[in-house]
């Protein structure tokens, strides 16, 4: 289930996402940094011994460190989302960054346009906040955690059950409730070539160039970060700069700054590129971030929620964050 999970992009991108499965008194749960996708191939599973942590949950004195301290000795981090899995009752959880769910729950009316769609599925909403130890934290203050599918605020998708397949197919039937149709890419990536000494390179041929030819698309894009992922792996900011003379001056200052920031750049009118030593996997979290912001300005959404400087602010001096990049630093390429 992790390795169909993780190779499909509409469900989850890169390193994003993470599932586990409990045994007993221990939970299996998939190590920071580890791709979903590789878990067919490598160990991206690590062992979590539950009672601790649930007993930090039901006293409400829950910190992240308290996910090392249950984590058996081992050279890999268990994912910075390890509290809430535990928190759920069924033997099976997977959290997905599904691009038709963010696109719904980035919406301020996300929630009022949920009803409906999920009607008849045991779903329950919960408003953004920090991931790890505060998520878990108002989940099972919310009592969320009770209801089989949990949509996260500008975040993604939680989903418990009792056997993989049950999950995955809840998952599934959740992305294609909430998907849109969006327009064929009409962008040819050709125009984004010849910038290679500047640091950056054409990202990937696919739709996520024609952000540079749709004005909607462009401002939703460089107004703000709105979703963990694309925050950690672009920076607070997208940059939109026009082409020409001045543009391999402008992408070099833009280089000064040490990647995260800076690592994707669109070229009004030619395309999008990536610099050359972005995070492993900021190719496939711009494919993504296309992939929402297309689904959002398809469904007519009025506002776009933005993460606030406090918000944006935390995710970036995270530890847990700044450990998981270090083990997705090199080329997107």
């Given at each position: 289930m992790s390795a169909r999970l993780g190779t499909d992009p509409a469900l989850v991108q890169a390193a994003g996402g993470n599932t586990s499965i409990k045994c007993g008194d221990r939970m299996w749960v998939k190590a920071s940094g580890t791709w979903l996708a590789e878990a067919g191939t490598r160990d991206v599973m690590v062992p979590v011994r539950l009672g601790p942590l649930r007993e930090r949950i039901r006293d409400r004195t829950l910190v992240d460190a308290h996910v090392a301290e249950a984590t058996e000795a081992g050279?890999?981090?268990?994912?910075?989302?390890?509290p809430f899995h535990a928190l759920?009752?069924?033997?099976?959880?997977?959290?997905?960054?599904?691009?038709?769910?963010?696109?719904?729950?980035?919406?301020?009316?996300?929630?009022?346009?949920?009803?409906?769609l999920l009607d008849g599925l045991d779903w329950a909403w919960q408003e953004y906040l920090k991931p790890g130890a505060p998520l878990t934290?108002?989940?099972?203050?919310s009592g969320a955690a009770q209801s089989r599918i949990v949509v996260l605020?500008?975040?993604g998708l939680i989903v418990s059950g009792e056997t993989?397949?049950?999950?995955?197919?809840?998952?599934?039937d959740v992305h294609h409730r909430l998907d849109v149709p969006i327009p064929a890419p009409g962008l040819d990536r050709s125009r984004v070539s010849g910038w290679d000494e500047t640091g950056y390179i054409p990202a990937p041929e696919g739709p996520l160039h024609d952000l540079a030819v749709r004005p909607d698309l462009i401002?939703?894009?460089?107004?703000?970060?709105?979703?963990?992922?694309?925050?950690?792996f672009f920076g607070p900011d997208v940059r939109i700069v026009d082409p020409g003379a001045t543009l391999p001056a402008r992408l070099a200052e833009f280089t000064e700054v040490p990647a995260p920031f800076n690592s994707l750049v669109i070229v009004r009118d030619h395309g999008v590129l990536l610099r050359r030593d972005a995070l492993s996997g900021t190719a496939e979290l711009a494919g993504a971030l296309y992939?929402?912001?297309?689904?959002?300005?398809?469904?007519?959404?009025?506002?776009?929620?933005?993460f606030d400087d406090a918000e944006?602010?935390?995710?970036?001096?995270?530890?847990?964050?700044?450990?998981?990049?270090?083990?997705?630093?090199?080329n997107p390429a």
């Open positions: 050279s890999l981090r268990a994912s910075v989302e390890t759920f009752d069924p033997p099976v959880v997977a959290h997905v960054h599904c691009v038709s769910t963010i696109a719904t729950a980035i919406a301020e009316d996300g929630l009022d346009r949920l009803t409906g934290l108002a989940l099972a203050a605020g500008n975040h993989p397949e049950e999950v995955e197919a809840t998952i599934r401002e939703l894009a460089t107004k703000g970060p709105f979703a963990p992922d694309f925050l950690v992939d929402v912001l297309a689904r959002f300005a398809a469904m007519g959404a009025p506002h776009l929620r933005y944006a602010r935390a995710l970036l001096d995270w530890d847990a964050e700044k450990y998981r990049q270090s083990l997705n630093s090199g």
